[in-house]
């Protein structure tokens, strides 16, 4: 009996004496597991690691750069960019690009909500009459056509543009036919290829057209058209990226600057700031980054001006040098999609008429896109990106009608608006040092031309930066300097 | 254990030659053998000392291009741009015929300046130029562009003529009457759309262009846009399956009203 209740004891207890091991077991794993990480991290804390006790924002620029671009946009990635390829040896200039607009991880196009880059029209011309706008059209050309070779990334399907070289063709009236015929003088002299044609032979080539009130008409041959400025902001950037450029999400919220006084021959007293520190606001959190730097590139376009006031840029006596603002002002353009199955066909340009109003063909299937823009009285207000389609009922379309009769009955399929960065002052671009402000480049105020010429001036900045001169195109004419003088660099235009 | 990886490896491997051919739909590429690009792609991707192979490989291609597409200018500058343009053409393998010639010559210089018995070489004006098969490029054209009575010219089947190739023959749009460009990979509906410049184009040969799309559409605006040419080798009928990971923009046109609406939607959002 005794030995029965031992028996049923020992039976009892098996349950027991055979789960009890194995948990003594588990618990012993566990703590060793735990041992190593305990040991990882007290490795960690040691100096010299990469351990830190604060969880790390993936988008933070790194603590310091040589060269900051702020802006994003196409001119800013262009010009980070051309320091890479331009740099000396491999790694020598660190560069960051700011930008506030975009998402790292996301590439659609939903995420340059407000750019001008991807808003616009995508022309390329060399239809100007400064002989420094068709050297840089000429090379941006140039560079389009050859980008797979610039932009390639090993491992990537090749970066096509999608240009479509159909050329502009500018119409002129009694009384800018002189400007036009001097205009194509200077583009001919600067290697475009443009054509002049009479009101009789503008009808011959184009049937379409209604030739009232035009005198002259000149037309690109070569390099002209559009493209994609999706394609060549991302080739730009994958490719920057690819040679190492930093990327930061963010907003640029002010600059740390160290300023030294002089005092000039005349006693007028000039303060001189060097740029120390870029402070950067990351998105949708409260945390900020400061980026110390040697230099400063300003290619935030519309909003420049802002960026430049942080600087200190015009903020001082209205008659003293650092009392001259950056004249960049943001302003709204609308660009009308429309369908019409009567319209001109392949051969239909990009249409610059008498009164400024543009429209072109795009794909196929009759559609068309156009637009003008509003003289000063009726500029729109920029706080939002409503279009208006009232302007297109009585402005545009009115005009667009008369030239290519045609256009009558058409039909308004869609419509958006984008930030011109307008120079106020010449409508030319600003581009290189400020005189008191050692270190901050400017490449903004394209005033609408930006996307054409944005891989010339991108080539530009770079070789202010690296070699101290323009060495391909001198652009010495969009200087600040102009801005303190009061010399306009004026685009003498048919429009 | 080991076989059913390499299966999956060769898997990877032939997938990656059927899909290598949408590197063809765009314009740019100018790929002659589409598989050998693929076995690269794919090793490239997996070992990084192939990139360098690839590298230097592009970098080679790129430099024969480029010196066969040299401008001749000894020639030009003894003889004028007609017989570097000769020169150019024969180097390349191609034919000409000057004014007053009745046969095609693709021998040596120095033949056809026999031929050329009663001409001074400096006089001598190219008629036609058939250049079809070689690798011109859009420098080569430099050669050219100088000429001043071209009537004839044959630019088939060459892989680096490219749209913006088209836009540099608007040199010859007063005296060009018959263009072939048959069979040019890179050749697109956009870069047809500057032959309007062309009005006494009487013949013009499109068949076989691969990268154009809606081939039937783009026949009838070609006939809109040269109503006195005669185009052969483009069908009304002819449409093209869809192209792999075609770019967004191509499938704008396909659906122009969706894609503009997505557009607009995508913008305001």
Known sequence: MFGGRTALLLRGLRPWLRVEPRRHRDSFRDFTKEFDKFRQKAKGILPGSDWTPLPISRDLPPEQADVVIVGG?????????????????????????????????????????????????GGIRQQYSMPENIQMSLFSANFLRLIDEYLHVIGQPPVDVQFNPSGYLFLASDETAAILEENVKVQRMEGAKVSLLSPAELKKKYPWMNTDGV??????????????????????RSKAISMGVYQSCGEVTSFTSDTTEMVTQDGEQIDFSRIKYVNVHMPNSTEYASIQCSLVVNAAGAWSSKVAEMAGIGTG?????????????????????????????????????????????????????????????????????????????????????????????????????????YNTFDQSPVIGLHPLVDNLYFATGFSGHGLQQAPAVGQAIAELILDGKYKTIDLEAFSFNRLIKGEKALERNVI | MAAPTLLRQCRGIV???????????????????????????????????????????????????????????EACERYGYEVGAAVFVLNLKGRIRAWGQNNWHQNSITKWKDDLNFQRLEEVRLEAIDISGSIISYNGLDNLVNLKALKYLDLSRCPNIDDWSLSRLTVFRDTLEELSLAGCPQITERGLACLHHFQNLKHLDVSDLPSVQHKGLVRILLEEMLPQCDIVGMGYGETEPPVEGATNRREMEEHPEAAINLKAREIHT
């Open chain 1, 73 to 121: 946009g196409v001119v800013g990635w262009s010009v980070a960019y051309w320091l890479k390829r331009n740099e000396p040896q491999s790694g020598a200039v660190r560069v960051v690009v700011v930008e506030r607009d975009l998402s790292v991880s996301c590439l659609s196009s939903a995420r340059y909500a407000k750019a001008s880059t991807v808003l616009s029209v």
């Open chain 1, 215 to 236: 005198v002259l008409a000149s037309c690109g041959l070569e390099n002209e058209g559009w493209f994609d400025p999706w394609t060549l902001l991302n080739a730009l």
């Open chain 1, 317 to 421: 006596p209205p008659d003293s040098i650092s009392g001259v603002k950056l004249p960049v002002e943001p302003k709204k353009r609308y660009v009308y999609v429309w369908h019409c199955p009567d319209g001109p066909g392949l051969g239909f340009p990009m249409l610059i008429d008498t009164t400024g109003a543009y429209c072109r063909r795009e794909g196929l299937g009759g559609n068309y896109l156009g637009g003008i823009s509003p003289t000063e009285e009726e500029e729109p207000d920029i706080q939002d990106l409503e279009v208006d389609h009232e302007f297109f009922q009585e402005k545009v379309w009115p005009k667009l009608a008369h030239r290519v009769p045609c256009f009558e009955s058409l039909k308004v399929k869609s419509s958006w608006a984008g930030y011109y960065d």
């Open chain 2, 15 to 73: 997938s990656l030659l059927y899909s290598s051919s949408r590197y063809n739909s765009s314009s740019t590429s100018s790929t002659a053998n589409p598989a050998k690009v693929g076995v690269l792609q794919y090793l490239c991707n997996r070992f990084y000392d192939i990139e360098t192979f690839v590298e230097v490989s592009r970098a080679l291609k790129k430099w024969n291009l480029h010196r066969n597409n040299r401008f001749c200018i």
